[in-house]
């Protein structure tokens, strides 16, 4: 899928309508009513807040709603080589299923009698017999070994390099664990807070700290995510899967796996996997033209069952390492 958020598909949702929005509102006295300034609030664009503070900093708020609830974090994305993955030794070791096993093999030692001396003399001729062949054939594909291995090791150093410079999501996490704050207040007071967490980091960390106001966090249409609502869409059926919703629970379900290292749930969307091909056929429907032609073939044979068992088990495994924060 290449870098996760590189794809994005992005489809603005439309506000619900007031009925008669072009009429004012009359009360019982003198004429029309005076606008509620929660109204005014509620209908404020979230694309005309200040966005100076975020473009500036390279830091977006984020929000996140899941069965257990809605919350609001922040969100990065920098180069790997940048970054120092978040440390998850606590969080596997609190929880047995995502223990990291490890299995020592230990080996018996051998002994080896000789009975007869005369024995023991041929098997050390016929020991260094075999080691002298086996120098000279090393000898002999030394050459060839260099020059494979030096091919092998630029290969392995230009691979490393791209990866490095690739851009990855880093999310405000600490030990394996997703910060979810559920008032804007509550995600402002832990920034300024000090309290250690995986973007400070980042340099522009400091700056964040000293300027973030609540009225800041008011994340983008593209940067809200309802995993709450993917499953419940999925059981629909093929004809009311919501094509935004689903493209935009993907991304946000790769990224986090990502951050939070959940290899289980990178796995299952992985290319080649059946939700990555829902992705991909869910985008060509999105697309138009006669990719979605072919995109509603393709989507008509992933199983309804299959899908939402699979998103089911991914929100689950999400959830498990969120932290929520009032």
Do not use: C
């Not at 870098?3 to 004429?31: F, I, M, Y």
């Not at 709603?65 to 609001?72: E, I, K």
């Not at 939070?260 to 969307?269: F, G, I, Q, T, Y």
Request: hydrophobic fraction near 35%; charge should be negative.
């Amino acid at each position: 899928m290449g870098n996760p958020k590189h794809t994005e598909v992005s489809v603005a949702r439309q506000s619900p309508q007031r009925p008669d929005a072009d009429e004012p509102e009359l009360d019982d006295t003198t004429g029309p009513a005076e606008p509620d300034e929660a109204d005014e609030a509620d209908d404020t664009p979230r694309a005309a807040v200040d966005r100076s503070l975020w473009e500036e900093l390279r830091i977006d708020p984020v929000e996140i709603a899941l069965p257990a609830g809605t919350g609001f974090t922040l969100r990065a994305y920098r180069t790997a080589g940048s970054l120092t993955p978040t440390d998850v030794t606590e969080r596997d070791q609190d929880d047995p299923f995502l223990a990291r096993r490890q299995v020592i093999e230990e080996e018996d030692d051998e002994t080896v009698v000789i009975l007869d001396e005369e024995l023991a003399e041929e098997f050390a001729d016929a020991d260094e017999e075999e080691k002298s062949s086996r120098r000279r054939r090393d000898a002999d594909a030394d050459g060839d070994a260099d020059a494979t291995a030096d091919e092998d090791a630029d290969e392995d150093e230009d691979a490393t390099d791209e990866a490095d410079d690739e851009e990855v999501p880093v999310f405000l996490s600490h030990r394996g664990k997703l910060l979810l704050f559920k008032a804007p207040e509550s995600l402002v007071s832990f920034v300024r807070s000090g309290a250690p967490n995986d973007l400070s980091q980042l340099d522009s960390w400091n700056e964040l700290s000293e300027r973030v106001e609540p009225a800041d966090i008011v994340p983008l249409d593209e940067d809200t995510y309802e995993l709450d609502l993917v499953v419940e869409n999925l059981r629909g059926g093929h004809d009311t899967w919501d094509s935004t919703l689903l493209i935009e629970a993907g991304e946000v379900a790769r990224d986090l796996s990502y951050a939070l290292r959940l290899p289980a749930v990178l796995d299952m969307l992985s290319a080649g996997s059946s939700l990555d091909d829902l992705d991909e056929a869910l985008r060509a429907t999105a697309n138009g033209g006669i990719g979605a032609f072919m995109g509603r073939r393709r989507l008509k044979k992933i199983g309804a069952q299959t899908a939402s068992l699979g998103w089911r088990t991914i929100v689950g495994k999400i959830s498990a390492v969120v932290d929520w924060r009032d």
